[in-house]
């Protein structure tokens, strides 16, 4: 599947996709100076359906406001942009890209000065971590990278910039051999994965980091509790030391891109039986259900793009 479709959604009008391009006196190609989304379609009968659209957006402009860029656009505007794109490049399901980044202007650290560029990019993708991922779990590592501090980046924001600090966990766990890493926070307690937040179950409990652990707040997270609730199990949002990955009886990651991925074993250390466990596969199958349209949208998850 190529990182390609017909159209991207530029400052308000869709462009051919070879023609979005920028200089590279980008402000954020220079200084990561940038806030993006990753949202995901699912096909369902009624067509294209986006997973949790307004949290997303909603979300872009809090990581704008960190960032203090004004994005030129209202919340109401972006999501009819966003359904205008996925319609107008025909696609079943996608991955959906809003990006917004500080433009060519000054190459001064600061650069409010600098125009500010809207672009929603959609394209046609699979699954993040693979189909098995999925089904049979991944192996994963505790990475040597920490994420930042809470005095040094504001973890709660998805600001381009960030990212370097999951690259490096990433490429550490890529080079080891292993799917992805997690890492912790700068006082050694669980955070999150590279892109995604992390679940562990132990004695029918589900714990997961809380906000103040250097975590993204994620929207696939918020999703999972809601339907943990559901489901009648206790939730603890706790600090969770290292030492109780290696205890638990299941661990998951969750994330736009990873979905509900099971862990089967992190720095080699087997987790339950080495495969996805029962309240892992519950979760998943409730998820799969409602964004693919056979179970009821409950939760109002779902806006159907309608082919028009
Ligand atoms: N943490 C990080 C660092 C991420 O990049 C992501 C992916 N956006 C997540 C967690 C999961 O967030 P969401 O469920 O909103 O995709």
Redesign the pocket.
């Known amino acids: 599947m190529a990182l390609r479709s017909d159209w991207i959604w530029w400052n308000g009008r869709l462009v051919p996709w070879d023609q979005a391009t920028v200089h590279v006196t980008a402000h954020a190609l220079h200084y990561g100076t940038s806030v993006f989304e990753?949202i995901r379609a699912y096909e369902t009968p009624q067509g294209p359906a986006i997973f949790r659209l307004r949290p997303h957006l909603a979300r872009l402009f809090f990581s704008a406001r960190l960032l203090r860029i004004e994005i030129p656009y209202t919340e109401e505007q972006l999501a009819e942009a966003v359904v205008e794109t996925v319609r107008a490049n025909g696609h079943a399901s996608c991955y959906i890209r809003p990006l917004v980044f500080r433009g060519a202007g000054v190459l001064g650290v600061d650069g409010r000065s600098c125009p500010v560029e809207v672009v929603i990019i959609t394209f046609e993708w699979g699954k993040y971590l693979g189909q098995e991922a999925l089904e049979k779990g991944v192996d994963v590592i505790v990475s040597s990278w920490r994420r930042m501090a809470p005095d040094t980046f504001p973890a709660l924001g998805?600001i381009g910039g960030q990212y370097v600090n999951?690259q490096f966990a990433a490429m550490e766990a890529h080079d080891l051999g292993y799917a992805e890493a997690i890492m912790l926070d700068a006082y050694g307690y669980v955070a999150?994965?590279?892109?995604?937040?992390l679940f562990l179950v132990k004695d029918g409990v589900i714990y997961t980091p809380p906000l103040h652990n250097s975590?993204?707040l994620?929207?696939?997270?918020d999703a999972v509790l809601t339907l943990a609730r559901e489901q009648g199990l206790e939730v603890r949002e706790q600090p969770i030391p290292r030492e109780w990955l290696y205890a638990a009886d299941e661990i998951f990651m969750?994330?736009?891109?990873a979905e509900i991925t099971p862990v089967r074993s992190v720095d080699r250390i087997r987790i339950g039986c080495g495969e996805p466990g029962p309240i892992t596969r519950r979760l998943q199958e409730r998820f799969f259900a409602i964004v693919t349209g056979q179970a009821p949208d409950l939760y109002g998850w779902l806006t159907v793009v309608d082919r028009k």
């Open positions: 990753g998805k999951s999150e994965g590279s892109g995604e937040n975590i993204l994620g929207v696939t997270r969750t994330g736009t891109a």
